[in-house]
């Protein structure tokens, strides 16, 4: 079983990353582009087939190591 | 309108960071992880609302400046 676990900054957290971004394809003649955020995707093969227990085994995951609660949010999908 | 841009390691580049993320999770005690790959998101938010045309957009960031495309495959969603 596959899970896809997306954390990205809270918003009103400064994202510098995503600001050099923003930046970066203005000079490149990218027009229109009003925001620019950047995250972290984490793609997990996990073994079992129970997609409940997977999705709060990922959550726990979240919590204890993946994602820094403080500042960022996280969201599980299981595929 | 808002663009998802996911990036990922081409399978069979190596990966280790996720290789990282693995070995911490089995020392927290998470069994059953059986791979871990690591990607980026970015999130944009873009001016207009044709869709076809802002997802041929997006693509031609992710060739000239989100994604390197000797190592990264990447895709793009319209939210």
């Given amino acids: 079983m596959k899970a ?21 394809l203005g000079g490149l003649g990218f027009g229109g582009v009003e925001g620019v955020r950047q995250g972290k995707v984490i793609e997990l093969d996990l073994a079992g087939s129970d997609r409940a227990a ?3 085994e990922v ?11 403080v500042i960022e949010k996280y969201s599980v999908e299981i595929l």
Avoid: F, W, Y
């Avoid at 896809?4 to 970066?24: C, F, N, S, W, Y």
């Avoid at 959550?59 to 609660?69: D, F, P, Q, R």
């Fill in 59 to 69: 959550a726990k995951m979240c919590e204890s190591l993946l994602a820094n609660t």
């Fill in 54 to 56: 997977a999705e709060t």
């Fill in 4 to 24: 896809r676990v997306t954390i990205m900054l809270k918003d009103g957290v400064l994202d510098p990353q995503g600001e050099a971004i923003r930046h970066a």
